[in-house]
């Protein structure tokens, strides 16, 4: 009986707290949405209001104009969407000989991707800046996405381990039985299991490379080669003024590519994250 009583209780709670955790993720982009769509005065005024008082586009149209954010936003796709390609097609193989094949190799290269998330930025941009210079590849959307690869393919080959383990490796010496090649039975076998691991490590990928900010400042110094966190830094003044209304007008239309991504393979991701937690 008294479990009878506690389930009527704790069932309207647990949805409250996540009631009120969903409203706390939700907070900042309401809040950008809302200022985005304000008048200076209204953003400066000693009272403000959350919501505007109108509908207000002059903060979108500036953005676009000032910032050119349009051309940063097709850079950070480029680079983003290059960067995802060459880490999935590096890190799927690669992740799937360490699991597979139990060699001396792959000490090294756990210790390697262990070793590689420890070094904070501030300590290897000198050295990689001069070694794209000697290579001609700084201030360049090549130079970047090999940057960006490098740094996201230790992560990368972490993730898509734990979906290759979660796969039960019978599976494969049946299709062997079965008179089935390794590269058939990869295909046909292996690769159909590990799509939902390949969303979720493209994604996250995807929205690192599209994110990030230090190394695109540090090796773009062309205003036509700007990534779209560049473009958004501009409306930072020198004395640290902020252009509250671009700006939020900007980071606004941002994140759109990226939620729009999200709710198109979020079944996907869920998928992927679950099956990577579990291992066969």
């Keep these: 009986m008294t479990r009878s009583m506690r389930n009527p209780v704790a069932r309207p709670l647990q949805y409250l707290a996540l009631l009120a955790y969903m409203c706390f993720l939700a907070f900042p982009l309401v809040f950008l949405l809302t200022t985005a769509f304000k008048t200076d005065r209204e953003i400066r005024s000693p009272d403000p209001s959350f919501l505007p008082r109108s509908l207000n586009f002059d903060n979108f149209t500036a953005a676009i104009e000032r910032a050119d954010l349009f051309q940063a936003a097709a850079n950070s796709l480029l680079t983003a969407v290059t960067t995802t390609v060459i880490v999935t097609a590096v890190s799927l193989p690669a992740a799937y000989a360490l699991v597979r094949f139990r060699t001396r190799l792959r000490a090294v290269a756990t210790g390697w991707i262990l070793l590689s998330q420890v070094f904070p930025f501030i300590l290897i941009i000198i050295p990689l800046f001069l070694l794209l210079k000697d290579i001609g590849l700084v201030n360049t959307l090549l130079g970047l996405v090999l940057v960006y690869a490098v740094w996201a393919l ?101 994140c759109v590519p990226s939620l729009v991504f999200f709710m198109l393979i979020q079944k996907r991701l869920t998928a992927g994250l679950l099956s990577g937690a579990v291992k066969g």
């Design 154 to 254: 230790p992560f990368a080959l972490w993730m898509l381990q734990g979906y290759v383990s979660a796969i039960p490796v019978e599976l494969e010496e049946a299709s062997a039985v079965d008179g089935a090649g390794r590269f058939k039975t990869l295909v046909k076998i292996v690769l159909p299991l590990l799509a939902p691991g390949l969303v979720a490590t493209s994604l996250f990928t995807f929205i690192n490379s599209w994110n990030e900010f230090f190394f695109a400042l540090v090796l773009i110094q062309d205003p036509d080669m700007q990534t779209l966190p560049l473009a958004l830094a501009r409306f930072v003044g020198a004395e640290g003024q902020v252009q509250l209304g671009p700006l939020a007008a900007a980071a606004l239309i941002a």
